[in-house]
T-cell receptor, first 115, second 116 residues
Framework: QQQVKQSPQSLIVQKGGISIINCAYE??????FPWYQQFPGKGPALLIA?????SEKKEGRFTISFNKSAKQFSLHIMDSQPGDSATYFC??????????????FGTGTLLAVQP | GAVVSQHPSWVICKSGTSVKIECRSL??????MFWYRQFPKQSLMLMAT?????????EQGVEKDKFLINHASLTLSTLTVTSAHPEDSSFYIC????????????FGQGTRLTVV
């Protein structure tokens, strides 16, 4: 119930292409769904996040699509660039706005954008 | 700039010794901080929730006597790996939320621990 399943495990995209990473969850109590970007040897950094009351959120080249009925959400990276090459993690938590909310992370997707 | 800072960034220690990792919130007070462990090419696994002024809450399967957590001030939490063994070698990361900042978690840069 507390798991967040993420796919694919790795992804290779050509420069300028669209990168799509998918996540699925079971616990309907989750109310905050962030995506994190992590470069080797660094801590994760928040990329974009969404709450279940909206179906899509866009920030620059990054878009989250959220399907509440299917309990799925995905990250779309438009016009992918070599600098986007990193590991991406989806996550989920309960109790939006609280400072004590534990994040449950997906398994991660290693994205490589080829020039 | 970074809002959560960890120190050291990397450390090598001998088997059987103890290592302390610091996590500081730089421009806000954090009553709660989180400690994660990450093995190569794997996800972040929550180890424990550090609570200022009280005992840490450990996740199932995490040895609290081996991973000592102290949250003595509103800006500092420490993780001490006691009697370290090679299998404790990992990437340790802390995080904290800015008060009033919603659910966004700010992560430290991580600490690479190698036990030889």
């Amino acid at each position: 119930q507390q798991q967040v399943k993420q796919s694919p495990q790795s992804l290779i995209v050509q420069k300028g292409g669209i990168s799509i990473i998918n996540c699925a969850y079971e616990n309907t109590a989750f109310d905050y769904f962030p995506w994190y970007q992590q470069f080797p040897g660094k801590g994760p950094a928040l990329l974009i996040a969404i709450r279940p009351d909206v179906s899509e959120k866009k920030e620059g080249r990054f878009t989250i699509s959220f399907n509440k009925s299917a309990k799925q959400f995905s990250l779309h990276i438009m016009d992918s660039q070599p600098g986007d090459s990193a590991t991406y993690f989806c996550a989920a938590s309960i109790g939006y706005g609280g400072a004590t909310n534990k994040l449950i992370f997906g398994t991660g997707t290693l994205l490589a954008v080829q020039p | 700039g970074a809002v959560v800072s960890q120190h050291p960034s990397w450390v090598i220690c001998k088997s059987g010794t103890s290592v302390k990792i610091e996590c500081r919130s730089l421009d806000f007070q954090a009553t709660t901080m989180f400690w994660y462990r990450q093995f190569p090419k794997q996800s972040l696994m929550l180890m424990a929730t550090s609570n200022e002024g009280s005992k840490a809450t450990y996740e199932q399967g995490v040895e609290k006597d081996k991973f000592l957590i102290n949250h003595a001030s509103l800006t500092l939490s420490t993780l001490t790996v006691t009697s370290a063994h090679p299998e404790d070698s990992s990437f340790y990361i802390c995080s904290a939320h800015r008060p009033g900042g919603g659910s966004e978690a700010f992560f430290g840069q991580g600490t690479r621990l190698t036990v030889v």
